[in-house]
């Protein structure tokens, strides 16, 4: 079974970027389809953006659409979330998530369509 592990969170300014890496092992990452989520303190896990395995399709929350990029290095064995113009509302836990079912009939946007998450790393956007 595949395990993820993310890294790249932290403290930002209102307006600046982080970058965002999932880290596979046990497993070629290839072969999932895989999602990035948001969790905020109070409030449920929200999706944010999904690559399909040959990364021909993705697709994106509505209200990241525009300012973040997900992304696959195969050679690496990661997908990242890149993220600019963050703002204080994407202040939360990023997690992580690879999925099996093909991308015709998945619905990304569910967590229950997951079967392996990370720990999740914290993002913390200030005003």
């Known amino acids: 079974q595949v395990q993820l592990e993310e890294s790249g969170g932290g403290l930002v300014q209102a307006g600046g970027s982080l970058r965002l890496s999932c880290a596979a092992s046990g497993r070629t990452i290839n072969r999932y389809i895989m999602g990035w989520f948001r969790q905020a303190p109070g409030k449920e896990r929200e999706f944010v953006a999904a690559?399909?395995?040959?990364?021909?399709?993705?697709t994106y929350a509505d209200f990241v659409k525009g300012r973040f990029t997900i992304s696959r290095q195969s050679a690496k064995n990661t997908v990242s979330l890149q993220m600019n113009s963050l703002k204080p509302e994407d202040t939360a836990v990023y997690y992580c998530?690879?999925?099996?079912?093909?991308?015709?009939?998945?619905?990304?946007?569910?967590?229950?369509?997951?079967?392996?998450w990370g720990q999740g790393t914290q993002v913390t956007v200030s005003s």
């Open positions: 690559v399909s395995v040959s990364s021909t399709n993705t």
């Open positions: 998530a690879a999925g099996s079912r093909p991308w015709m009939v998945v619905r990304p946007t569910l967590p229950n369509e997951y079967h392996t």
